[in-house]
């Protein structure tokens, strides 16, 4: 069994594992700067920012105000006369006294970035505030799943969006610090946004006051006065330049080869006996991964380390870095999560599981730095996964296969890779198993569907088998097909996959596809396609498809593809009665 195979298969051994606390952002650009293209969509408003709004002293001493110390002004852009924006809080709020009013540094698309502390006298608190160009590219569900009390939206008369995010409860009894963000995102694509808090220190753990300033007047935000100033600025671009791909996604770098990845790991594990080395270099498709078996005299055991780099803050990043003991069918035996002091994460867990009757042992390291190189280090007490156990435990101790991860000597391959986007931009680079599981089925789902109303029907043209369209970021609808070919059978040991992208000749305007083709050992090939339009046919809707490339290969590698039973129960009609 694979590497892939063996993590996707420990990953459904643990069971759900997997946050469902936000909803992964799925999409990458192809082009930068404007495209005409004619389109409908619909505004995606509200930000998946949620999570900056439920803070308090915590998530101020980590961002907002403090983060904007890594941030570059944004030199010549155009702005709000910051006069004018203190000008309008002052007409706009009861009365009160202003004091310590500041101009922030500006981040792309800011018109105006301040912050005063207000005083109505029941107590002073910090006043935030930005307003610009609202960024679809951050847009999620509203408000998180679970129906938390802290958060609300809905739509104005005038089809404006309303977020309203509070970092604690009701009711505030207490002064702990407390904040509350209220967000307006106008139909025309612009924001308005405040920050309020109960201090006018809010690194500070209580306040001055229960309740933050203005809490209750936030809805002011859509008062016609920033309707004025925002009408004086163009629309934003529906598409806002959404950053180009890299390259090496679809032609990756074959600077290190095979042979050096798996002579790094030879070269890094304590005296023994080395034999069925495996490898991929940078310019595998794959990604680079280097597997020996060990033998140090006590019985062989197969050690796999696999190379990515990744979003370091992305949620899917998250969920290979944390330890969770609850809620699992196969609890950890012991896991450790570290983070150092550089900014780096690893986690080490020992896992004991039971499969086909016997007792297994496995255990893995997980290194992110805080560039986003991500290693993965897996050692087993047998040869493989589901084999047989060859010795009484893994060969390596816990600081072994920590320092296996931590090692330096992977920086060479890590180079090589293409940087991960901010993964609510461009998607995860290294999605989790249940989130490309996600995506199969869904398109699983819309075959039956459609096999469902349209029996007499093809399901969708040539060779495919099933389409779905896919709206995920509410960046525009795009197309994602498969198809299979039973003719081209994978007659090797090793996954293989190949990517493309190609614009579509004879398409729609603007219109382009990725298209990812994979076949597992012993399996048929795949092919996935991904169009940034609702058809082939139809006018660009955004700049690239909806799903990015490293989560079309883990679609095409699923394993059920070549499940022909479960693919039949699909052509089954629904029960009726």
């Known amino acids: 069994m694979s590497f892939e195979d063996e993590l996707g298969e420990a990953l459904r051994r643990i069971g759900n594992t997997f946050d469902s606390d936000q909803q992964t952002l799925l999409t990458s650009g192809l082009e930068r700067g404007r495209r005409t293209v004619r389109r ?16 308090g002293s915590g998530a101020y001493a980590g961002g907002l105000l403090d983060e904007l110390r890594g941030t570059e002004v944004a030199k010549e852009a155009p702005s709000v006369d910051s006069g004018r924006v203190f000008e309008i809080w002052k007409k706009l709020v009861p009365t009160g ?5 500041r101009v922030l540094p500006r981040k792309a698309g800011e018109y105006a970035h301040v912050s005063f502390v207000y005083d109505d006298g029941k107590g002073a608190g910090l006043v935030e505030f930005r307003m610009g160009e609202f960024d679809p590219r951050r847009a999620a569900d509203n408000c998180p799943p679970g129906n938390d009390p802290k958060c609300s939206s809905w739509t104005a008369p005038d089809n404006a969006r309303d977020l309203h995010v509070e970092s604690h409860a009701a009711p505030y009894t207490t002064l702990e610090t407390k904040s509350v963000r209220n967000q307006i995102v106008t139909p025309e694509g612009f924001f308005v946004e405040a920050t309020v808090w109960n201090t006018p220190d809010p690194k500070q753990a209580t306040g001055t006051r229960k309740v933050p300033v203005l809490m209750h007047d936030l809805r002011r935000l859509n008062a016609n006065e920033w309707r004025d100033e925002l009408k004086k600025f163009p629309k934003p671009d529906p598409l806002l330049g959404e950053p180009a791909m890299n390259p090496g996604f679809v032609t990756p770098s074959a600077k290190v080869s095979a042979a050096q990845l798996v002579g790094t790991l030879k070269a890094l594990l304590p005296n023994g006996t080395i034999s069925a080395e495996q490898g991929r270099g940078t310019g595998d498709q794959l990604g680079p991964a280097a597997s020996v078996v060990h033998d140090d005299g006590r019985g ?5 380390v696999r190379l990515y780099r990744v979003d370091p803050d992305g949620y899917s990043t998250r969920q290979y870095t944390m330890c969770r003991t609850t809620g699992t069918s196969i609890p950890y035996d012991k896991c450790k999560r570290e983070k150092l002091p550089d900014g780096s994460v690893v986690r080490v867990y020992q896992l004991d599981y039971r499969v086909k009757g016997q007792d297994r042992k496995e255990w893995r390291a997980t290194y992110v730095s805080p560039r986003g190189d991500m290693v993965e280090v897996v050692e087993r007490d047998g040869l493989a996964a589901e084999g047989p156990a060859t010795r009484d435990e893994p060969p390596l101790s816990r600081a072994q296969v920590r320092a296996l991860s931590m090692s330096p000597q992977w920086r060479a391959a890590l180079n090589e890779l293409p940087v991960a986007p901010e993964e609510t931009v461009g998607g995860p680079t290294r999605p989790t198993w249940d989130q490309a599981a996600m995506e199969a089925r869904n398109l699983s789902s819309a075959r039956r569907y459609l096999k469902n109303r349209h029996s007499d029907e093809k399901v969708c043209a040539d060779a495919c088998w099933s389409q779905d369209i896919v709206n995920s970021d509410g960046l525009g609808p795009g197309m994602i097909q498969i198809g299979f070919d039973d003719s081209k059978v994978n007659k090797g040991t090793q996954e293989r996959v190949s990517v493309r992208q190609e614009r579509v000749e004879g398409g729609g305007k603007g219109v382009i596809r990725w298209i990812v083709t994979a076949s597992r050992p012993g399996g048929r090939e795949v092919t996935v396609t991904a169009y940034n339009a609702p058809g082939p046919d139809a006018d660009a809707t955004r700049n690239s498809p909806p799903i990015n490339v490293p989560m079309l290969k883990m679609i095409a590698l699923d394993n059920e593809w070549n499940n022909k039973a479960y693919l039949k129960t699909l052509e089954q009609e629904f029960p009726t009665g």
């Open 300 to 304: 062989r055991a197969g050690i796999d």
């Open 97 to 101: 006294t202003f004091s310590q009013e």
């Open 40 to 55: 409908r969509r619909v505004l995606a408003v509200t930000a998946s920012v949620v999570a900056l709004g439920l803070m």
